[in-house]
């Protein structure tokens, strides 16, 4: 149990592009769900919180116009980068929190996004 | 007080040794310790969990030592693999309603044959 999954795994677009990633809690409901960026070797920098049905929570720094989250249900969860450049490259990652276990999340693969 | 100190950045063990792994908190409001384990490429997979009403927990091959008193935290790993390399990132999580992670910077271990 507790799987996400994220489409795509991978993807490469042009500078300027916009580029959508989803992410979904296969068997279970996410109260919760959370947006990473990871750099080589580096650890998981949190982007933002999203809770279904209300606009999401950016960290400091993190660009809101350029990262729109959308979170339309309780199983799906969106990430779309506006007018990527080259160094919005990088391995995005989303979590799930079910609802009932405080704490746990569930991560998705993860999707290695490469903007030339 | 929202950083969590993991330590050591890289580690090497011999298959069939104990590998462990440190974490140090400072915001006693933490009530949630997750460790992760990261095949590169993939996605962090929970490995094993801790809340502080308990000094350890162990599922099979891997332990959670906790100290509260200290604010730290260890991951043990018994008879270390090969398939263990990989990086374990710490993580800690509580005090407020946002259930966010707060990460480690991550251990990368390599379990030589």
């Known amino acids: 149990g507790a799987v996400v999954s994220q489409h795509p795994s991978w993807v490469i677009c042009k500078s300027g592009t916009s580029v959508k990633i989803e992410c979904r809690s296969l068997?279970?409901?996410?109260?919760?769900m959370f947006w990473y960026r990871q750099f080589p070797k580096q650890s998981l920098m949190l982007m933002a919180t999203s809770n279904e049905g209300s606009k999401a929570t950016y960290e400091q720094g993190v660009e809101k116009d350029k990262f729109l989250i959308n979170h339309a249900s309780l199983t799906l969860s969106t990430l779309t980068v506006t007018s990527a450049h080259p160094e919005d490259s990088s391995f995005y990652i989303c979590?799930?929190?079910?609802?009932?276990?405080?704490?746990?999340?569930?991560f998705g693969p993860g999707t290695r996004l490469t903007v030339t | 007080q929202q950083q969590v100190k993991q330590s050591p950045q890289s580690l090497i063990v011999q298959k069939g040794g104990i590998s462990i792994i440190n974490c140090a908190y400072e915001?006693?409001?933490?009530?949630?310790f997750p460790w992760y384990q990261q095949f590169p490429g993939k996605g962090p997979a929970l490995l094993i969990a801790i809340r502080p009403d308990v000094s350890e927990k162990k599922e099979g091959r891997f332990t959670i030592s906790f100290n509260k008193s200290a604010k730290q935290f260890s991951l043990h790993i018994m008879d270390s693999q090969p398939g263990d390399s990989a990086t374990y990132f710490c993580a800690a999580s509580g005090g407020d309603s946002s259930y966010k992670l707060i990460f480690g910077s991550g251990t990368r271990l390599l379990v030589r044959p």
């Open positions: 915001n006693t409001a933490f009530d949630y």
């Open positions: 068997d279970f409901q996410a109260t919760t």
């Open positions: 979590s799930a929190r079910p609802g009932l276990r405080v704490g746990e999340q569930y």
